[in-house]
């Protein structure tokens, strides 16, 4: 045998998946690693032997494989006859795999790989490459998918995070596509065999090794006969080598009925091209999606992907321009025609909008300003559209409640001033004006909503109403407590007023409203900014953001995103 721990950058090794069902595998050793052995050995079908004398320290799982029948335990040290008289009867007694896990030193490891060498059965022992004729592989399994990782006994710990990264990528329900895809395969297979095609044939499911054939792409004409006979299964071969994993694995089992229909009957009949999938019979999704504060770049990434994958695009009115600038020009928009008054009406409207277009099979975006279930009513839309069959995917945004005080320079905590943060509406269910917080002078307070009954919300706050004042057990905010008003957060308007709640009133009087903007009060508001003596200043513009794109990545997005 050639040293393992130099051939193997030289060589490839052979991957392979064995079928191992009913073998008998001899584990060597007691240890937790024998453990794992036995786990695998059993996974695979096998019938695993353990070697160990009574004396040894059994690992529990194993304890548990042999009291449950599923392993034996054959009670002494390893004989060299065991490789020749302990395997199935078919195969002479001479057994199928042997691991060893007693470790490189131990002068056992080297005499059972000499032996097993010399009998040719394959053999693992554990820490001593060289001593081994093959080694195991870090797997991901998905139903009938496994994926096995080596890193040629290089980085156990690097496999296993390859094998995680690759799991990670891999889209979910693809085990499931698999076995629902081969199923079609074989149909189809059985179906134009028995039509007296014999030529066709049912290529790889024993071997995924081979790539695809050179005639893969060969053009079929509508007079090729035979050719045209078989397009549904080169319909299936296509979608699986050039579909994206994400669209594969969102095929319908009515999806493939409608397109193997298509294709079945004579070569007269309407066939489709290969996107022929994309007919009503497909299920309609809907996402529902925040699209940040304001700024194109705070929207998530997948919030994007949702943008440029939607067929119709229903928006609440507060999503701004840079935002909708980002959707492609094929794709539907609608923006709700939200205005005083008519709020439920325009949410019914909206919802109705969506389900039409998820009954018809589209691809639906709810994008809603800010994060969707922040006063948002999102958790009522998701309602809703489960209600109709259609559960939503629900991406979160970034909320402006967090990120407009930042943008102000305001941290929502910080040491010694604020060390908790509430955020509240200042407008209730159809208008009404909620109960106002109690006074905690280490909080930061966000209201959103709130602006337009500015005076009323602070004469709230600092001051008891007439049928309070006796009973009420909440403590006024001092007129000295700082705060500020921050409008149109991370768009290039954006504007800041910092005062106290006692001048912000007059301040926002004098500055007149540029919605949306909310109110952002507590000590926390004069951490960074204090505007000391003056009753109140007002910053005006953002751009805070536009630095960290390069100058070449800002034009290819600006060209890129609206295509
Ligand atoms: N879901 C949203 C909030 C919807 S309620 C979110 O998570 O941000 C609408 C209120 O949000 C507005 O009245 C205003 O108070 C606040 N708001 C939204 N965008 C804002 C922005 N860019 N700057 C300041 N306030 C904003």
């Known amino acids: 045998m050639k040293d393992a721990s130099n051939d193997t950058a030289q060589f490839a090794p052979l991957m392979a998946a064995w079928n191992t069902e009913n073998q008998v595998h001899l584990i060597v050793g007691a240890n937790p690693l024998a453990a794992a052995r036995c786990a695998k050995s059993l996974e695979a079908g096998a019938k695993p032997i353990v070697i160990a004398p009574e004396t040894v320290d059994m690992h529990f799982t194993l304890s548990e494989h042999i009291s449950r029948g599923a392993a034996q335990w054959v009670r002494r040290g390893f004989h060299d006859d065991d490789l020749t008289s302990l395997g199935r009867e078919e195969v002479d007694q001479v057994v199928d795999v042997v691991f060893v896990t007693l470790g490189s030193n131990h002068p056992l490891s080297t005499h059972i790989s000499k032996l097993c060498h010399r009998l040719r059965i394959p053999v693992n022992v554990s820490d001593a490459p060289e001593l081994c004729s093959f080694t195991l592989l870090s797997t991901y399994s998905d139903g009938p998918l496994h994926v096995g990782i080596t890193t040629s006994g290089r980085g156990c710990k690097l496999a296993s995070r390859l094998r995680r990264e690759i799991a990670a990528f891999l889209p979910s329900n693809l085990g499931v596509t698999i076995d629902r895809l081969g199923a079609v395969r074989r149909r189809l297979w059985e179906e134009d065999s028995a039509a007296g095609l014999g030529d066709v044939s049912f290529e790889g499911d024993e071997d995924d090794s081979t790539g695809q ?48 229909k298509a294709y079945s009957s004579s070569r007269d009949n309407n066939v489709k091209d ?63 025609r939200k205005f005083p008054g008519n709020a439920d009406q325009a949410q019914e409207e909206f919802l109705q909008m969506g389900l039409a277009a998820l009954q018809e099979g589209k691809q639906v975006l709810r994008l809603k300003q800010g994060d969707p279930y922040l006063y948002g009513r999102g958790a009522e839309e998701f309602d809703f559209f489960r209600g109709e069959g259609y559960i939503p995917t629900v991406l979160p945004g970034i909320t402006s409640a967090m990120s407009a005080s930042l943008f102000a320079d305001i941290p929502a905590t910080h040491r010694g001033v604020s060390d908790q943060v509430l955020v509240c509406t200042g407008t209730g269910r ?39 004042s006796s009973s009420s057990s909440r403590t006024l905010w001092p007129k000295e407590t700082p705060c500020a008003i921050v409008e149109r957060a991370s768009c290039p308007d954006q504007r800041v007023i910092r005062s106290t709640l006692e001048h912000v009133c007059m301040a926002f009087e004098a500055a007149g409203s540029r919605p949306p903007g909310l109110l952002v009060v507590g000590a926390s508001c004069h951490v960074l900014h204090d505007p000391q003596a ?17 100058e070449a990545e800002a034009a290819t997005t600006a060209v890129g995103e609206t295509e």
Not at 305 to 318: G, R, T, V
Not at 534 to 549: A, N
């Open 534 to 550: 003056q009753k109140w200043v007002i910053e005006e513009g953002f751009h805070g953001l536009d630095d960290l794109r390069g």
């Open 274 to 336: 290969i996107n022929g999938i994309e007919t009503p019979s497909r299920k309609g999704k809907i996402v529902l999606a925040g699209s940040g504060p304001g700024h194109p770049d705070l929207l998530t990434r997948a919030t994007y992907h949702a943008i440029q994958n939607a067929d119709i695009i229903l928006a609440d009115k507060l999503v701004p321009a840079p935002v909708l600038d980002l959707i492609p020009r094929r794709t539907k928009v609608h923006i709700a």
């Open 213 to 260: 054939k050179h005639t893969f792409n060969t053009l079929v004409t509508e007079d090729d006969v035979a050719a045209a006979k078989t397009r549904r299964m080169r319909w299936l071969s296509q979608i699986c080598e050039y579909w994206p994993l994400r669209k594969l694995v969102s095929i319908t089992d009515a999806d493939i009925e409608a397109i193997l």
């Open 430 to 468: 159809k208008g009404a004006a909620p109960d106002p917080p109690t006074y905690v002078p280490t909080q930061t307070v966000v209201f959103l909503m709130a602006l337009h009954r500015l005076s009323a919300l602070v004469e709230a706050l600092t001051t008891l109403s007439g049928d309070e």
